[in-house]
């Protein structure tokens, strides 16, 4: 579905985490080539 | 023959020290690199009338319970808690809301410098006894009443931090002036300053904890630290030391002590730890501190300045936590293998496996579900403060996710969901001060609960970030389940006396 783009993840600590994003993106074909977790607390 | 562990007692307690607020690691920087600011952000703090009056400051420190705060109209901010003004006290069936004065004094009071890191001017010296004179516990009638003494004024330091209360200059706070530590970053003014305030504010609860529960400070056996902080020098930053120096500065002449470090889920790591150590029969009685993050002060101010509301994160929040052999009477921490949960190093990021891990995994150990939990307390970040992050409303978060957990674990229909939600949801209340909201920080109103049979069981669930450290991606979790005791329906005693 995303083969061929680049993905910028942005994951949230008490949300969903950069990491499980980028599994779902990657799973989807997608090329992350940013990601990060943001902790707000 | 060893005992099991109970919670006997909880002390959480605020100081609201809005002088304090431009040391904040955000508002330092900002600051810094926008002078013309300052102005504005002195003019968002609040009183501490308005501190003392705010809702969720008074639900930490037990005078309204999470309940109370439900049923108030938002912004909290805005007089919420007028119509309940009579509860609006600085004393609190768990602690104390100290003014900036009395914290002060609390700061002299932990440094041990000589010649001093705080050094408090004439008239600073005079304010702050006037402030403390009365002080339930410090003043000159309290149980530990504290002397302020004026410091001889030192030569100007450029790198010295003014400390004000208000328009009186106060003192002036140094970093380290030795020769060996004068280049050494980590012992500059704005890290001992928080590592000090971590201690006073530790400290204040620890004495809070000591007073309430009748014990005198020689009866604690051991301390157990697990602030945010990182003490040390170059060598060894993080090193630790902080249970010991708040032990030191409540008088725990008895006990020895150490830090526990996990993030925010340092506080249920650091209460596990003591109940096992207690259960195991090493000790009697434990005390688990925590002080306050000056770091962490002011980290939303620009959001509150934006929409033309106080800064809110004003307040150090420190806890102190009391674990003893089994009194027949306080609630205790399931400790049977695997009930404690944890997250796995392998195990994904994903929230269901988080949640898998923490809530299904140790309650199907010790033959629960999830619906057998009567409360769960996770992290309770004040949404008032975490929407302006765009975080949204963090406990209510979730409380959505356990509830989401209960249905794909196939303990409650989906149909049952929201009913489920509205049952275990209680709103936060506790300041962004890390890891004081992870869970633990609802131990005096579960206390409580347990005691007046309310409740049956309550689990505590904590997660901590530890990728923030930038040595690895992972996170952490530790969750448990506090129980009445059932030797207070009994009526029998357990094996300690305290």
Redesign the interface.
């Known amino acids: 579905m995303l083969k061929g783009m680049k993905a910028i993840v942005f994951g949230?600590?008490?949300?969903?985490?950069g990491?499980?994003i980028r599994?779902c993106l990657e799973a989807a074909g997608a090329e992350i080539v940013y990601e990060t977790?943001s902790?707000?607390? | 023959m060893p005992s099991r562990a109970v919670v006997r007692n909880a002390a959480f307690c605020l100081a609201h020290v809005p002088d304090l607020v431009r040391y904040g690691s955000k508002p330092r920087r900002e600051l810094a690199a926008h002078a013309e600011e300052a102005e504005r952000v002195s003019r968002g703090l609040r009183s501490e009338a308005a501190a003392i009056r705010y809702p969720p400051s008074q639900v930490f420190i037990g005078n309204l319970s999470p309940a109370d705060l439900a049923d108030l109209p938002r912004p909290w901010f805005q007089g919420g808690a007028d119509a309940l003004a009579a509860d609006g006290n600085a004393r609190g069936p768990f602690g104390e809301i100290a003014g900036e004065a009395v914290f002060y004094g609390l700061l002299q009071q932990a440094d041990s410098r000589e010649p001093p890191l705080f050094e408090v001017s004439q008239a600073g010296a005079r304010a702050l006894r006037e402030e403390l004179a009365t002080h339930p516990l410090y003043g000159a009638g309290g149980t530990r009443p504290l002397q302020v003494q004026a410091d001889r004024e030192s030569a100007w330091d450029p790198d010295a931090l003014a400390l004000r209360w208000g328009d009186v200059d106060v003192g002036r706070f140094h970093g380290d002036r030795s020769s060996e530590g004068r280049d050494d970053p980590n012992l500059a003014a704005p890290f001992l300053l928080e590592n000090l305030c971590a201690k006073a504010s530790g400290g204040l609860a620890l004495d809070w904890l000591l007073h309430d529960s009748q014990l005198e400070p020689e009866a604690v056996d051991y301390v157990i630290s697990c602030g945010e902080e990182a003490v040390g020098d170059r060598y060894q930053r993080g090193g630790g030391g902080m249970a010991k120096a708040i032990g030191e500065f409540s008088g725990c002449a008895r006990a020895s002590g150490m830090d526990v470090k996990n993030f925010c889920a340092g506080p249920a790591s650091a209460l596990v730890s003591a109940c096992a150590l207690v259960q195991a029969g090493l000790y009697e009685r434990v005390v688990v501190v925590a002080g306050g993050s000056v770091a962490k002060l002011g980290m939303k101010f620009q959001g509150c300045l934006e929409r033309d509301m106080p800064i809110l994160e004003d307040c150090l929040a420190s806890l102190a936590i009391l674990v003893t052999a089994d009194d027949g009477e306080s609630p205790f921490v399931h400790l049977e293998p695997g009930a404690v949960g944890s997250a796995p190093i392998g195990a994904s990021a994903s929230d269901e496996a988080l949640y898998r891990d923490l809530l299904v995994a140790p309650l199907e150990r010790l033959g629960l579900t999830i619906p057998d939990i009567d409360r769960f307390a996770p992290e309770l970040h004040n949404p008032e403060i975490m929407e302006l992050s765009g975080s949204g409303d963090v406990a209510r978060k979730n409380f959505r996710s356990i509830a989401a957990m209960a249905v794909r674990a196939g303990q409650i229909e989906r149909e049952e969901m929201q009913a489920f939600v509205e049952r275990i949801s209680m709103p936060g209340f506790a300041p962004t001060q890390g890891h004081v909201p992870s869970g633990v920080v609802y131990l005096g109103h579960a206390l409580r609960a347990l005691r007046a049979g309310e409740v049956q069981r309550i689990m505590i669930v904590s997660k901590a970030s530890l990728f923030l450290g930038r040595i690895t991606e992972l996170y952490d979790g530790v969750s448990f389940v506090l129980e009445a005791n059932p030797g207070a329906a009994s009526g029998s005693k357990g094996d300690s006396a305290c």
């Open positions: 949230e600590r008490d949300d969903i985490a990491l499980a599994a977790t902790c707000f607390v």
